[in-house]
C-alpha cells in the first residue's frame, strides 16, 4: 500500500506570492501544463488504483487532469483541504508574518500552532482532519494518489521524518505539482518534479 502525494499545479495566486486559503483559485495555464505532465509521468511509472482530492477548485483540476491520464475516478474529501485562512486569503504572504507576528511560528512558537486567524482554523486543527484523511488512505490497498496542498503534504512527510509541526510547517517545501510518496510510516520520495 503506498500514497502518493501530489501538490497541485500553480496558480496565478502561487506566482504572485498570495495566501489562498480556501479561495476557489483556478490552475493557471502553466499549472494545467504540469498536472499533464505529472498524469503522463504517472501512466509511465506507477499504477495508481485511486485518486483522492482536496475538494477545492485548484486541486481538483489537477486530480481531474491526472485522472484523464491514468484513468482513474476522482474522489474528493474536505479534509484534504489547505488551511482556512481565513481573513488573510489573497494577502501577500512576503510580509505576512511582519505585519501578524502571532502567526509566525518561528517566533511564536507553540502559541502560533494554536493560534487560529478570524473566520480560519489553527495548525492544529489542520493537522487532526489531515492525519484523519491520510490514516484513511493509508488503509486502502494498492496506490492511492492524493491531490492535496503544501501545507497538508508538509505536516504528514515531517511526521513521517520525525519532525514536529513547527519544523514540518517551516523547513519542509515542495513546488507545485511535485510528488512525494509514502509507504508506511516511510517516506519513500519526497518533493519529485516530474515536469521539471
Given at each position: 500500500?503506498?500514497?502518493?502525494?501530489i501538490?497541485?499545479?500553480e496558480t496565478r495566486w502561487n506566482a504572485a506570492g498570495r495566501i489562498q486559503g480556501w479561495a476557489p483559485v483556478p490552475l493557471s495555464d502553466r499549472g494545467r501544463?504540469?498536472?499533464?505532465?505529472?498524469?503522463?509521468?504517472?501512466?509511465a511509472d506507477e499504477d495508481v488504483d485511486r485518486i483522492v482530492s482536496s475538494d477545492?477548485?485548484?486541486t481538483h483540476e489537477t486530480a481531474t487532469v491526472i485522472a484523464e491520464a491514468v484513468g482513474a475516478d476522482v474522489?474528493?474529501?474536505?479534509?484534504?483541504?489547505?488551511?482556512?485562512?481565513?481573513?488573510f486569503q489573497g494577502v501577500a504572504s512576503a510580509t505576512f508574518f511582519e505585519r501578524h507576528p502571532a502567526f509566525d511560528l518561528l517566533e511564536a512558537g507553540e502559541d502560533a500552532l494554536a493560534t487560529a486567524p478570524e473566520s480560519g482554523e489553527s495548525w492544529l486543527a489542520v493537522r487532526e482532519r489531515v492525519r484523519a484523511a491520510a490514516?484513511?488512505?493509508?488503509?486502502?490497498?494498492?496506490?492511492?494518489?492524493?491531490v492535496t496542498h503544501v501545507n497538508p503534504i508538509r505536516l504528514l512527510v515531517g511526521e513521517r521524518r520525525?519532525?514536529?509541526?513547527?519544523?514540518?510547517?517551516?523547513?519542509?517545501?515542495?513546488?507545485?505539482?511535485?510528488?512525494?510518496?509514502?509507504?508506511?510510516d516511510e517516506v519513500v520520495r519526497e518533493d519529485d518534479v516530474p515536469w521539471a
Open positions: 500500500m503506498s500514497t502518493l502525494l501538490r497541485h499545479g501544463e504540469q498536472a499533464a505532465q505529472v498524469g503522463s509521468a504517472l501512466v477545492l477548485r485548484r474522489e474528493t474529501d474536505s479534509r484534504l483541504r489547505e488551511r482556512d485562512f481565513g481573513v490514516a484513511d488512505v493509508a488503509d486502502r490497498p494498492g496506490t492511492t494518489a492524493v520525525g519532525l514536529d509541526p513547527i519544523r514540518s510547517l517551516t523547513e519542509l517545501s515542495f513546488e507545485n505539482c511535485s510528488v512525494s510518496e509514502i509507504t508506511g
